[in-house]
Structure formats: C-alpha cells, structure tokens
C-alpha cells in the first residue's frame, strides 16, 4: 500500500447564505480526512492527503476542468460537486476512467442511466416520499397540502403524490415562488382555505424562511402541522417556536443516539464555533449538517475500502487519453460492498445502481424542551412510532395546564344565560347554566382557563347552498375560538367541518305545543272504559249465544220435561228455554244477576259456563276501566305525534332556522319529514329565529316547534301551558365543538367521561332543569263524581222505566183485543171496567183482571157461592 492516497472534492460557492453552506462542506472534507489522519487504526501506515477545488454554480465546464485536474493528480475518487449539471459532468468522466465519483446530495437519475461509478450516500428520495406517507397515514390525515419548491420536487415525492389513487386522502399541490424568498402570499392563501396540514419539500434555508413568515402571520398554532422532508431540520433555531404550540414533524439520519457519533459532532462543534461568526441564518451555531455527517461518512467509506485492498496502484489519469484506472473496477465494488455505521447509521449500497438502500429516520417532532426523537423509520420495518419517546419532553398542546382558550356560545335557557344581578358584572361572570357549570368542571380537571365570547350572529351554524358556515361552527373553522360550548348539536354535515367531543347528553327531537284544554265529560261517560267496536261485538255475542242456546235447548231430548208429574201417562212435555227465556238467561248471566232458568242437559250447560266465563272477563275490565275514566280528565289534543303534524295544514309548524333540528328534516329521506319540511320551507313564518321566538308563538297562536327534547322538557317545568308531543323522533347527541385537527378533542373527551362516570352530569342536569312545576300536575287525587260524567245513568233507567210502562200499556191493549174477541163483545165496552178491575185486583192480589167477563148477576152468584165454600 502506498504511504500516501489522495481524494479529490469539487465544491460549488457562491455569495449570499449559501456561501456559508459550501464552506460546511468544504470544512467536513478537510474535518474527516484529520480525524482519519490522526486515528492511526483506520489507516496506520498511510497518510489520507486531499485536493480542494472550488467552482461556481451551474458551471459545468468549469466543474469538468476541475475533475481533469485532479484525475490527473492520481486521486481514488472524486466526491462532489452538488449541483445537478455539475453532477452529472464529473459523474460522466469519472465513469469514462472509472474512478469512484461519491455523491452527497439526492439527484435524480434515469432509468437508462449506464453510468455504474458512483455511490449516493443522501437517502432515495423513494422511500423518503414511502417515509413521509406512512407518517402522513398515521397521523390519519384525510387531506393535506404539498409545496414544493423546484420542479424536481414532483420527481422526489412521487410516491406520495400517487397516494390519493390507493389511499383514502385528498393532496393539493402547491409550489413555492421562483425567484423570491417570500413565501407569505403563498401562506396567506393556505391561511385563507384552512389549509391546516401541510408537507414542505425544500431546503434548510427556505424552511427556516418559511417558519419565520409563518410565524408573522399567525399560523405558529396547534391548529397547523408542518412536515418537512429535510434532514437538516433539527440543525434550525426553532427556540421561537417551542411555545407557540405548532406541531412540527421531520426526519434526521444523524444517529445522534451513539456515544461515538456525539463525540464526533461535539468535536465538530469545537471547531466550528472558533470559526469566524456567521450572518444570520437561522441555523443553530457549531451544529454538524446532513451534508457534513454524510461526507465525513463517504471519506471514511473510501479509507476503510482503499485499506482492504493493498495491493492497489494509483496512477495519473488523463482525460483525453480516455485510458482508465485499472484497479477502478475492483475499488468501486470494494465500495458497493462496503457496510459501514456512520454518523448517519447504517450505510449499505445497491451493488446496481449504487443508491444507499437501508437506513434508518428518526422521525422528530418539537416539543416543549425542543426537538424530541418520537419514532424511527426503515424502509424494512416501516414506520415505528416509540410510546416511550412518545411520553418524554410532552410537547405544550399535550397538556392544556395554564393555556388561555377562546370559548364561543350562545344564549340558550337553561345552558347559557345571562346572570342577574344588582351590580354590574364583567367577563366570565356575565354567564351562568348548565354549560357554564359544564365549563367550570372541565378547566378543574384539565387545568386551563377560558374567555366566554357570544356568538356574533348568535346561530349555531349551519351550511348554505355554497357550502359557507354560520355561527359558532364558522368561529371554530376560522379560529376565532377554540372551544364551542352550547347545545351544540352532533351532526354528519358539521363532523366534515369541525370536531366533536364524545356527547354529554342525549336527546332527540319532538314536538313542543300548547296544553290541550279538558274535554266537557259527556253524560254518557260511562260507556267510554270500552270502545264502540267492542260494544258492537258484545251485542252481537249477546245475540248469538241466547239464538244457539234455543235451538240447542230444542235440539236436546235431556232439556225437556214432563208437564204433569203425578200424571205418569200423560205425553205432554216443556221445555223451559223459548226463545224470550233464552234471551233473558243470557241478558241475567251479562248483568251477573242470573235468573230462575237453569239449563238441564250438558250441552246447553256448556254454552251457559262459556257465556258465564265471558261476561266475567268483560264485565271485569269495564269495572277496572271505569274508574279511570271516570274520575281523571282526559285531554283531548288535536296532534298527538308527527304524522299528525305532516297529515295536516291547520296547525303552522317550524323550527329554529340554520338549527340542527332544521337541518334534520332538510336532510332527512323519510316521506313524513319529507313532507313536513316541504310544509315549513314553503312558509318563511314557519321557521323561527331562536326558541324564544317559537315558544311565544306556540303560547299566542296555533303554532307547533320542533324543537331539542331537553330544552322542550326544560320549558314544560316552568310553563303549564305548554306540553311535549308524542315521543322522539330521532337520537342525537350535544357535544363540545373544537377546529377540526384541534389537539384539545380527545382531552375533553376524557374529561366529560370521568364527569359521566362521577354522575356529575346527572347532578347539573338536575339543578337545571329542576322548576316549581305545575300544581295541577303534581296532585292528581281521584275527584269525586259529578252528574256531568254519570247522568247518562239515570238517564238510562228512566229510559227504562218509560220502556216498561210503554210495554206494559201494550200488553194490556194485546190482552184487551184478544178477551173482546173471544167474549165477543166492543174493547171500548170492556176496557174501562178491566181498567178498574186492574188496579183494585192487582192490588189485593185476587183475581186477573181479563179473565173471561160474567155479567152483574154472575158475578154476585158466584160471590155468593165463594162465601158458602168458605
């Protein structure tokens, strides 16, 4: 081996910040070939010399002089230049005399690229873009925004770009100004369209630019996350922004972990903050770049190769000649083979196309003390977030102890209301409900403190037809606030806009309408405890039983009897059950007062135990019910559920305009509500402006609302004239609203469920909504009965009574004509004196009147013959 090897490095510079940055190059050059020179255990009996040469950007012939010259100096292997023209210069002559070229920064090389000698330490921008989108689905982006700052940034970050096509996520793609540094129009406008997730691709510089402006313009919050595809962004000042609560991702290959790797940069370190101060730069003072760890990595790499491999002469190469190293083959695939862990981990080459195929990402995110480690990323394992690190160094949206949020409401009995009181009142203490009480409980928990502002349109919010929002869900879309505390309905439409925490009470939607007035009772109130249907059918079974146990009484031979029992030869028989017989046993069993009929054969005892079983049941259940209908009020309303509402046009019925309950029926698919907002939409009085506006209305007129039950059930408690319709029509919840992303979701969420869990809840609900309630409500004793319910009952035994007289004169008519015919005398001549004889035998209980008539001299015969006998 040759006591003496020499390296080449082309390095651009140029004026302005970047010079500062060639000179961190050109320092690690010079930097790794003393540490390998004074470290005798790498190349003991060989001194590592280098040549410098220095070009300007862009100059590609000049780069190719360069490159000539130090071939023919006999160098082992050229590293740089950066530039991609300038690359792709020596790149060329460097595979025309095979020598080693070692790249340092990513470049883009072309399929049908045949150039084999060269190596490329910067990571594949390939599986850095397979890098950023595995972060990207971690974080469980459903949209983001990509700038990038050249046109060779759509070639790096192709493998995110093409996500949209596999994965569930919408890009939107942005470039960075050309010619200026100047990134604010391009800031304002992603301000403007709530672009709140985004991924720079661009250089150390810009990124520092672009934090920066960032920072003036207000969006340094914990609403935006920033990830950047440079490896050097810990190496920036981010000191003023460690507070501001933004969240910033990115990735570094600096294995900063290893004690010998810390011990290099801090010699690194040293040296560097001796060197001459720099202009402002927004880089951290004495910190090692990617591109110096990287270079230090590559010089090594060719030392520890050109060592195994002694036997190798190096000779003075010219470029016109077009004559090659010899040996070059064989030390570029010394290289290739090489595995070596550097100050940028572990470093192994595709022995193809000589791009550096395994590496590891720490991804770094910055927290509270700075940038922390908080996962790792390899192309073999992918993505590995640590819980550990996770748990180190919270960042300062991890705990909202001491932070000041921006709470938006609205005023709404009984959850925000102003409080009365004889002294002027400022701030906070303006406000008192169940959401200030709710707001109260949540900042003791979690630790924070909050500024209560009312909604300037006072609407909860809802969409138009050019997808604009309203009210609070406009606040927290636009950052005024960072909580919306109310009844603030959870939404399908609003989700897609804001987030929500778990819900801290349930409710639904139902029908708010004036008390129906008591019914006048009707004298007939007795026959409601059945319906008419079932007084029909017990008519009718009446009817039916008393018919078939006559002609099964008939039918039987064991229901007839002998008419004469003394007289054993007489063929007479009776049966008991005629027709008017059966109908009264059977109108006796319903009444439950039998009769003296009693039926003898089995069968027609049957029918009699059958009907008994089912007079008992009916008679039974008219008792149970009468009572109830007799001694309570019964209400009477017009509309007793929502299909009542939508069958009809007399009653006016709506909503809170731009509320959720408003947006239900607007979105529902169900023909009802379908219905039903065709009705409230085509009336513009229909819809109200806020619940006090409805509430009146449903007082004065013969208005409907459709309204939140628990605020329909807060108002029935202190107003007896209003009443809930019909039961829910549908489920939903009140939860607290944040920005969407906002990092403040799941630690409410928490904190409502440990209130839920403690019944706290429960406990606030109690206290507001809890009214005096309605006296009449509160004690419903039995009333005693009046002749307005139970007259129809003397009603019906006067009826009665008139029937029996009006039957009975009817009989005695009937008798009348029959005697007169068989007696062959006028009904005129013997009605009159039957009519006396009526009233005087049927009084003493001797004689029927219309017995067959005995003149004058008859009757004092046989009375006189009666006293003989006697």
């Avoid at 910190?287 to 060592?307: F, G, P, R």
């Avoid at 009718?540 to 146990?549: D, N, P, R």
């Avoid at 429960?762 to 909504?769: A, D, T």
Wanted: proline share 4%; net charge neutral.
């Amino acid at each position: 081996m040759p006591h003496v090897i020499r390296i080449g490095g082309i390095f651009e510079y140029a004026d302005g910040p970047n010079a500062q940055i060639m000179n961190a190059e050109e320092h690690a050059f010079r930097f790794s070939a003393n540490i390998i020179n004074r470290n005798r255990t790498l190349l003991p009996n060989t001194t590592l010399t280098y040549d410098i040469q220095r070009i300007h950007f862009h100059d590609s012939f000049e780069a190719t002089k360069k490159a000539c010259d130090q071939l023919a100096l006999g160098v082992v292997a050229i590293f740089g230049p950066s530039q991609g023209s300038c690359t792709n210069a020596v790149q060329s002559i460097c595979n025309a005399l095979e020598v080693p070229h070692i790249q340092l920064r990513w470049k883009h090389h072309p399929l049908d690229n045949k150039d084999t000698f060269y190596v490329n330490l910067y990571p594949d921008y390939a599986s850095l873009s397979h890098a950023i989108l595995d972060l990207v689905q971690y974080l469980k982006w459903r949209s983001a925004t990509v700038v990038y700052d050249d046109s060779t940034g759509l070639i790096r970050l192709q493998e995110l770009i093409m996500a949209p096509s596999r994965y569930s996520i919408r890009l939107k793609i942005r470039q960075l100004p050309l010619d200026s540094d100047d990134s604010r129009p391009l800031l304002k406008e992603m301000k403007r369209g709530r672009e709140f997730r985004i991924i720079f691709d661009c250089s150390h510089t810009m990124a520092a630019q672009i934090l920066k402006q960032a920072m003036a313009m207000g969006m340094m919050t914990e609403y935006y996350h920033f990830i950047f595809t440079t490896l050097d962004l810990y190496a920036l000042d981010l000191e003023p922004y460690r507070y501001s609560g933004v969240n910033l991702t990115g990735f570094r290959i600096l294995n900063v972990d290893n004690p010998h790797v810390s011990a290099i940069v801090e010699k690194w370190s040293m040296e560097r903050l001796q060197a001459a101060p720099r202009a402002e730069s927004g880089l951290l003072d004495g910190v090692m770049m990617t591109d110096a760890a990287l270079l230090y990595d590559a010089v090594h790499i060719v030392s520890v190769c050109y060592q195994r491999a002694p036997q190798m002469t190096v000779n003075s190469l010219q470029c016109h000649r077009h004559k090659a190293w010899r040996f070059g083959g064989r030390f570029m695939n010394f290289i290739k083979e090489a595995q070596w862990e550097g100050l940028t981990g572990r470093i192994v080459f595709n022995k193809t196309s000589g791009l550096r195929m395994d590496f590891d990402l720490d991804i770094i995110s910055l927290k509270e003390d700075g940038l922390e480690k908080v996962g790792v990323w390899s192309p073999a394992e992918g993505l590995n977030i640590t819980e550990v690190a996770r748990g180190r160094g919270p960042n300062v949206t991890d705990s909202l102890t001491n932070r000041s949020l921006i709470v938006t409401t609205v005023l709404e009995e009984p959850f925000v209301m102003f409080r009365k009181s004889d002294r002027t009142l400022f701030g906070n203490d303006r406000f008192e409900g169940y959401c200030i009480d709710l707001l109260k409980e949540l900042a003791h928990i979690l630790g924070f403190s909050y500024e209560i502002r009312l909604v300037e349109d006072g609407k909860y919010g809802a969409q138009d037809d050019k997808g604009q929002w309203n009210g609070m869900i406009k606040e927290l879309i636009d950052h005024k606030a960072d909580l919306a505390v109310a009844p603030l309905t959870i939404t399908h439409v609003r989700e897609k806009a804001i987030d929500f925490s778990k819900p801290f009470m349930t409710l639904g939607v139902s029908i708010l309408y004036r008390k129906p007035n008591g019914t006048n009772p009707s004298v007939f109130s007795f026959l409601n405890p059945l319906s008419p249907d079932i007084w029909m059918y017990v008519l009718l079974a009446y009817l039916g039983v008393s018919c078939v146990l006559f002609v099964i009484a008939r039918f039987s031979p064991y229901e007839w009897y002998d008419a004469h029992p003394c007289n054993p030869g007489s063929e007479v028989v009776e049966n008991n059950f005629t027709l008017l017989n059966s109908f009264w046993f059977g109108m006796g069993s319903l009444m439950q007062q039998g009769s003296e009929l009693m039926p003898k054969a089995l069968s027609t005892r049957i029918i009699g135990g059958i009907w008994w079983f089912f007079t008992l049941i009916i008679i039974s259940s008219y008792t149970a019910n009468l009572a109830a209908f007799l001694t309570v009020e019964r209400m009477e309303s017009p509309i007793d559920s929502a299909d009542d509402l939508a069958k009809q046009t007399k009653i006016e019925y709506g909503a809170v305009k731009d509320g959720a309950t408003m947006t239900f029926f607007k979105k529902s698919k169900i023909s009802t509500f379908e219905k039903m907002w065709a009705f409230m939409s085509s009336k513009p009085s229909a819809l109200v402006k806020n619940n006090e506006e409805g509430v009146q209305r449903a007082l004065t007129a013969d208005y409907a609302l459709l309204m939140e039950s628990t605020t329909i059930e807060y108002i029935t408690q202190r107003n007896c004239n209003l009443t809930q319709i019909g039961g829910l029509i549908d489920s939903k919840g009140y939860g607290i609203g944040t920005p969407m992303g906002s990092p403040y979701r799941d630690k409410v969420t928490i904190a409502i469920l440990q209130l839920q869990e403690e019944d706290k809840l429960h406990v606030l609900k109690e206290k507001w909504w809890r009214g005096s309630g309605c006296p009449e409500e509160e004690n419903k004793e039995a009333s005693a009965l009046g002749i307005q319910k139970i007259g129809g009952i003397f009603i019906v035994l006067a009826a009665g009574l008139v029937l029996s007289v009006l039957v009975a004169v009817g009989e005695f008519v009937y008798k009348l004509r029959k005697t007169a015919e068989r007696e062959q005398v006028s009904p005129q001549e013997l009605g009159p004196a039957r009519g006396r004889e009526a009233f005087l035998l049927q009084y003493h209980g001797r004689r029927d009147p219309l017995l067959p008539y005995l003149p004058a001299s008859g009757q004092a015969q046989a009375a006189a013959s009666h006293d003989g006998q006697d």
